[in-house]
């Protein structure tokens, strides 16, 4: 069964690249828990430290643990990371604000594991975002998990819920009844032979099960059961990932359409959250059992009326909202994005845009639960004032042709870390591509152009119930290039 164990604390830190570090040597490095941030201690200071930080701490395995799959998730490392266990380097990551899974099944061993992670912060000028302010500080700087599974259930991030019908009943507040659309993308590595066959498990001819069920509270209120034939031709994810990707080699996504009445549906005055919980079972033995909260509500924006939520007129008021916090820079607790979610909430906001790259899974999850809209954003974004190639104010699209496909490449990549790992999520009324990209350079603004399209493109594919937004595009026509467009107050 899977199992999650929070890695936060006992780390050894020190700034500059030291992964063959001999543990003589970490001995005397700083004694810090995650998240931490190499600007710590940060009051909005106009210069913050650019280079490397190496990170290490050591992670405790059973003989049972090392039969299973393992895996390590960072929610966020800014914004470049190398990670190595016992020597070997098991994965890495480009950008500094998705969560991203890195492999450990192959290399992991019962016992004591020695867990190194190099990260820089350092201008790239092949990942976006290329420009930007004081937000740039280093570090692993949210939370770090270790996940245990078997070797066949449900992929991490894999499950989106989404409400595909929503309709009024009565004037109960529960008369309302819906359609709910569950995609969950179930893995199948069960070897042929060995060890694992002894359990039950191996992967022979027969089928994975999945049963979904919704529940209000601990209210069934409704199932939905599926038999899932792996070995069926066709049906088979095709895209094969390396051992360190999200996916699975051998995965497949079921849906499953369930129909609800006598429901609340989601808004900032009721924030009424369901949970569908999703269990993965072979030869009646549970595998996987995983819960995703949810809230069925329908979004629509309108050129002439504005914006509707569950097909009503609904007035949006609401702040921006950046990452860090005086002296944590953007080592933010949990404790700290309730306090800030709460305290806006209080003020009688009802929106957040999340400004200008996504945030925490977690700020999602409280805007869930307190009742807040959240417009969530890409990190692909330029600033003001002169550009120059090497530091934080260069054009927002690369100018060099070479630096091009990589830099498009980060931005699409990181698109879909956002909202895969946060689509379940009803506050979220959109996904905005950028943030003023027309801070781009004259002879490429063309290209920063059709990047955006490839990108509203792409987001439409991995979530067709919410609009593709352009942010901050008030000027240079960026404003016709998706759903939605936002504007900023620059006097444009």
């Known amino acids: 069964m899977r199992e999650c164990r929070l890695l936060n604390n006992n780390w050894k830190f020190t700034y500059g690249d030291q992964v063959t570090a001999t543990s003589k040597e970490i001995a005397s490095w700083q004694d810090i828990g995650i998240p931490h941030s190499f600007g710590i201690p940060y009051f909005m200071e106009k210069e913050f430290y650019v280079g490397y930080g190496t990170y290490s701490t050591w992670i405790s395995l059973a003989e049972e643990d090392c039969k299973k799959r393992l895996r390590l998730e960072f929610l966020g490392v800014f914004q470049k990371a190398r990670v190595y266990l016992n020597g070997e380097k098991v994965g890495e990551h ?21 867990l190194i992670v190099s990260v820089d912060n350092l201008w790239d000028a092949r990942l976006a975002p290329r420009a930007g302010e004081h937000q740039f500080n280093g570090g692993i700087y949210r ?3 270790l996940i245990l599974t078997e070797f066949c259930g449900i992929e991490e991030y894999g499950v989106f819920v989404q409400t595909t019908k929503l309709e009024r009943e009565n004037e109960d507040p529960n008369g309302w009844n819906a359609t709910v659309k569950i995609d969950t993308q179930v893995f199948d590595q069960r070897p042929d032979i ?12 027969e089928p994975l099960f999945l049963e979904t069920c919704i529940l209000d509270g601990e209210t069934v209120l409704a199932k939905e059961n599926s038999r899932i034939n792996m070995k069926t031709e066709g049906e088979i994810d095709s895209e094969k990932k390396d051992r360190n990707s999200t996916s699975s080699l051998n995965s497949k996504t079921i849906t499953q ?19 569908v919980v999703s269990r993965v079972s072979y030869n009646e033995i549970l595998v996987d059992c995983v819960r995703t909260n949810f809230g069925i509500r329908t979004v629509r924006f309108d050129k002439d009326n504005g914006f509707f939520l569950n097909g009503e007129h609904f007035a949006i008021l609401g702040a921006n909202v950046h990452q860090d916090h005086a002296g944590w820079a953007d080592a933010v607790t949990r404790a700290g994005i309730q306090r800030d979610i709460r305290m806006i909430k209080e003020c009688g906001m009802n929106t957040i845009r999340g400004s200008h790259y996504p ?4 700020f999602a999850q409280v805007c869930d639960e307190e009742g807040i809209l959240f417009w969530s954003e890409m990190c692909f974004w330029g600033t003001g004032g002169d550009k120059r190639d090497g530091f934080w104010v260069a054009s927002a699209y690369p100018p060099k042709k070479e630096d091009q496909k990589d830099f498009e490449k980060s931005c699409l990549d990181q698109l879909e870390e956002m909202i895969r790992s946060q689509r379940s999520h009803p506050s979220i009324i959109c996904w905005s591509m950028c943030n003023e990209v027309f801070f781009t350079d004259a002879p490429v603004k063309d290209k920063a152009k059709e990047l955006i399209r490839k990108m509203v493109e792409r987001s439409h594919e991995l979530d067709p119930s919410r609009p593709a937004a352009v942010g901050g595009a008030q000027r240079d026509g960026f404003d016709v290039l998706g759903d939605l467009a936002g504007y900023n107050g620059d006097g444009a």
């Open 194 to 205: 060995g060890e694992y066959q002894n359990n039950g498990l191996s992967q022979m001819q």
């Open 143 to 145: 939370d770090v998990q």
């Open 257 to 275: 359409q369930i129909s609800l009445s006598g429901i609340q549906p989601w808004s900032p005055n009721s924030p009424k959250l369901y949970t």
């Open 94 to 114: 480009r950008g500094g604000y998705t969560p991203f899974l890195v492999e450990l099944t192959n290399v992991a061993r019962p016992g004591k594991n020695h």
């Open 359 to 362: 945030h925490h899974p977690y």
